[in-house]
């Protein structure tokens, strides 16, 4: 059976904003038919001791269920891995040891978003690899091979937003968010998002993510 869900970050106590998407999430998926689960995005080390435990029981105290186990992210790092490297088999991936900054410098084509991923690294010999391989471990990224990619958002309609080479892991081996949410919906059936419009911008890279995974 399909799912919406509700997946907050444990890194601190429910407040009003989580509590919106948690309970608007929770409608659309009940009034739908659907089952509604909960994934605690745990990766990125914000994670505060005993939160996990205080937003569920918050949520439950308003009378929002659930199905199922909560998914915590944490438990799964070794099937993001398994994905990443079978994308790396496939040549869909290469390393980044670019900086932050590095990224914000580079001059990148017009029209192209601040912050997007200029493609520096793409371009390395392998003699340039193996020389910064020496340094700081590299990032993951993924060779996209498009720049954009098109949604169906219910209240936006059809969104088309840029698509880059961005990270599915990051250097010190956290597997990246965008990767992570997409393996999660896909294997735990999720067919209904529901977030803030500030995260619509997201939702074409992740799309594309999934398609290539062989998601819908």
Do not use: K
């Not at 001791?49 to 992210?73: I, K, N």
């Not at 410098?105 to 392998?126: K, V, W």
């Not at 599915?168 to 999720?190: C, F, H, K, M, W």
């Amino acid at each position: 059976m399909p799912a919406g869900r509700y997946a907050p970050s444990p890194s601190g106590d429910l407040h009003v904003g989580n509590l919106r998407t948690a309970l608007l999430a929770w409608l659309f998926a009940r009034r739908s038919g659907r089952r509604f689960l909960i994934r605690m995005e745990d990766l990125d080390g914000r994670s505060i001791a005993g939160a996990a435990d205080r937003q569920l029981a918050d949520l439950a105290a308003l009378g929002l269920d659930w199905d199922g186990h909560v998914l915590y992210q944490s438990t799964r790092r070794d099937r993001y891995a398994q994905i990443i490297a079978e994308l790396t088999a496939a040549g869909r991936t290469f390393e980044c040891y670019c900086t932050r900054r590095e990224i914000l410098d580079a001059p990148r084509a017009p029209h192209a978003p601040e912050g997007a991923y200029p493609g520096t690294c793409l371009r390395l010999s392998e003699a340039q690899r193996s020389e910064r391989r020496t340094g700081r471990p590299p990032a993951i990224r993924l060779r996209a091979g498009v720049t954009g990619f098109t949604v169906h958002d219910e209240l936006h309609g059809s969104f088309t937003g840029p698509v880059d080479d961005f990270v599915l892991q990051r250097g010190d081996g956290t597997p990246a968010y965008n990767l992570a949410v997409v393996v999660d919906d896909a294997e735990s059936g999720i067919d209904q998002v529901v977030r803030g419009d500030d995260l619509l911008t997201s939702a074409p890279r992740q799309a594309y993510l999934a398609t290539v995974l062989g998601h819908t």
